[in-house]
């Protein structure tokens, strides 16, 4: 699953002891497997061969440079979200052909600077939406391309921040706006309607939500047939859930097993949207513990990782699996009581874990939070003033510095003092 595993009790990475990683770039510190992120890439390829998609990696999960050209120079495209992810994708030079851009809230200047650069397509979000496409495509003397995103109105059973496809959530237009916007596509100038667009949600360990959702565009598209309207992509999005504690998502082959028969019939070409299937499992957090607190209540262990560095636990009361980078093998340590691990942050909602059977751990020892790489280091901030953390890649026995640790001088670089 991974390539984050114990030698003689010590957590390496690949072929790299990541306590030499901790204490070479310090901590907190995200450390990724290079390796991983390209076996989960080509696991979904290869299930997926029959049907030759392009698979654009969700840049929002990790938008490193090197995780990206890693992926690109792979063969991948890239699914992206604002003006900053067009610009990492040329940065890394990703081919337009293989880019589209999904967001309810696009700008004038995302959309014109997208139409420039020819982006493959747009993922359209709304009538409204449409409309300005329309109006800077005119403008520029170009031709913009849309697929029309779909709410299919499924729930996908995750957690409710992370659904998106059910008429409660923002995103994507009903069957009966997509109707609307096709019957009257000739009023869209400039614009070539290339297919449709569907992502129902995040961390989904079932397929049956996929394909409920799948059925009911396949009928759309049926219809949108008799219709005379023609069809050239389905991007079906991404969501597949991994594991992060006792989850038993469906794999790559039992996800295209079930799924590619009915992609198959529509005879489109397809696109995938992966993010957290690729980099989840492939990155960690490393953190030192700072201080042990026993109170009444419960034994809190306050490690310098903080909910600006990692907000899934304290967003979506997420649960990551939190190992020491060396195990202990003396049996008074092994013996588990309930913690908190907890940051700095002057939150109470600042926590990594809560309640958690944990072995007892010394001040200054290196933990591993783990299944990190995806929405970890993507999500982190400046909050309480601190400086967002390193990220080092690792590739077999090589390790790369990625992004350099934040200095305070990185913190005020834009602010100016008045008054
Ligand atoms: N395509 C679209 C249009 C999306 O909105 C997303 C994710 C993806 C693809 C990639 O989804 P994935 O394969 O990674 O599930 N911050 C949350 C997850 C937010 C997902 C947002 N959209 C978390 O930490 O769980």
């Given at each position: 699953m991974h390539d984050f595993k114990y030698r003689d009790n010590e957590l390496y990475c690949e072929g790299v002891r990541i306590e030499d990683l901790a204490r070479k770039f310090s901590t907190p510190l995200y450390v990724y497997s290079s390796h991983t992120i390209l076996d989960h890439f080509l696991k979904l390829k290869k299930a997926f061969a029959t049907l030759k998609p392009l698979i654009c990696f969700s840049v929002k999960s990790n938008s490193n440079l090197s995780v990206l050209r890693l992926l690109v120079k792979n063969g991948a495209g890239l699914d992206i979200v604002s003006g900053g992810e067009l610009y990492r994708a040329k940065k890394v030079h990703a081919?337009?052909?293989?880019i589209v851009y999904a967001s309810v809230g696009k700008s004038r200047q995302e959309i014109e600077e997208s139409v420039k650069t020819g982006i493959l397509f747009f993922n359209v979000e709304s009538l409204q939406e449409l409309s300005l496409i329309s109006d800077v495509a005119t403008a520029l003397k170009k031709q913009a391309r849309v697929c029309i995103r779909i709410n299919p109105n499924i729930d996908p059973h995750t957690h409710r921040y992370i659904t998106t496809g059910t008429v409660e959530s923002k995103f994507g237009v009903d069957f009966d706006t997509a109707r609307i916007i096709f019957l009257n596509r000739?009023?869209?100038?400039?614009?070539?309607?290339l297919g449709l667009h569907v992502h129902i949600g995040s961390?989904?360990?079932?397929v049956d939500p996929f394909l409920a959702a799948l059925r009911r565009i396949c009928r759309f598209i049926d219809e949108l047939k008799r219709m005379g309207v023609c069809l050239e992509y389905l991007n079906i999005g991404g969501g597949l859930g991994i594991i992060y504690k006792e989850e038993k998502p469906q794999t790559a082959e039992e996800f295209a097993h079930r799924v590619v028969p009915v992609l198959k019939k529509t005879g489109l070409k397809i696109i995938l949207e992966p993010g957290r299937f690729i980099v989840g499992n492939s990155g960690i957090l490393v953190t030192q513990v700072r201080y042990i607190k026993e109170t009444q209540a419960k034994r809190f262990i306050v490690v310098d990782a903080g909910m600006n560095d990692l907000v899934r636990p304290s967003l979506y009361g997420a649960y990551h699996e939190i190992q020491p980078l060396l195990k202990s093998v003396t049996c008074d340590k092994n013996i588990l009581k309930k913690s908190d691990v907890v940051?700095?942050?002057?939150?109470?909602?600042?926590?990594?874990?809560?309640?958690r059977l944990i072995p007892w751990v010394d001040v200054g020892e290196y933990l591993a939070v783990m299944s990190?790489?995806?929405y970890g280091f993507s999500m982190s901030s400046n909050y309480n003033s601190r400086c967002r953390s390193a990220e080092v890649m690792v590739k077999g026995s090589k390790f790369y510095l990625i992004r350099e640790r934040e200095s305070f001088e990185d913190l005020v670089n834009k602010e100016k003092v008045t008054g």
């Open positions: 081919a337009p052909s293989r000739e009023n869209f100038k400039n614009v070539q309607f961390q989904i360990t079932q940051g700095p942050i002057c939150e109470s909602g600042d926590f990594l874990a809560k309640d990190a790489g995806a």
